[in-house]
């Protein structure tokens, strides 16, 4: 099983990193009311955004009890907000859909953003799962795992039954909120 200990975990994410560059995704839902967020200001931050109605087509392909917390639109705003405040201005934001429209370009500005370097490998990989994919990857990852790279899919309108669509409602300011900082 993997650790559960708050303090436990913060310690790993602020150790120094094996590597220059120490990518970590942080789940904004898992970011609880009650612990400390303060240490998230020691890291360089970047927020992914995706429409609410999008995210829930996803999530609820794989749970069908879905609440406003469990898509974590509210934490993920909260902590846009401390970030924001903490650097004086707003931290670099990039929409799912921009960089499936464009990845060498939001890619482009995105690691400039972050102060590292651009690599065209970061637009293609070989298909299959990754070591490093983590204990959720099967449950997941089966699109990442069949994908080799960035594409846009076909669009397809997501049509939510109403209690749905009232939780997408609710998430809707929180995306809105952080979409008018996006990179383009």
């Not at 094996?18 to 898992?30: E, I």
């Not at 959720?136 to 594409?151: C, E, F, I, M, Q």
Request: contains cysteine.
């Amino acid at each position: 099983a993997n650790d559960s200990d708050w303090d436990r975990l913060v310690a790993r994410c602020l150790a120094p990193a094996p590597k220059p560059l120490f990518y970590q995704k942080h789940m904004t839902h898992h970011m609880l009311a009650g612990y400390d967020r303060a240490w998230i200001k020691g890291l360089t931050n970047a927020f992914l955004i995706r429409t609410p109605e999008r995210v829930l087509a996803s999530y609820t392909k794989k749970w069908s009890d879905v609440s406003l917390r469990d898509i974590g639109f509210v934490e993920q705003a909260e902590i846009f907000d401390m970030v924001a405040g903490h650097l004086g201005h707003a931290p670099p934001v990039v929409d799912a859909d921009d960089v499936l429209a464009d990845p060498r370009n939001v890619l482009t500005k995105l690691c400039e953003a972050c102060g590292i370097s651009f690599d065209e490998a970061m637009l293609s990989w070989p298909a299959g799962p990754k070591p490093f994919d983590g204990v959720w990857a099967p449950h997941w990852y089966n699109a990442v795992w069949a994908s080799t790279g960035l594409s846009r899919p076909e669009p397809k309108p997501v049509n939510l039954p109403d209690a749905l669509r009232a939780i997408a409602d609710a998430a809707r300011p929180y995306y809105d909120k952080m979409r008018p900082f996006r990179l383009t």
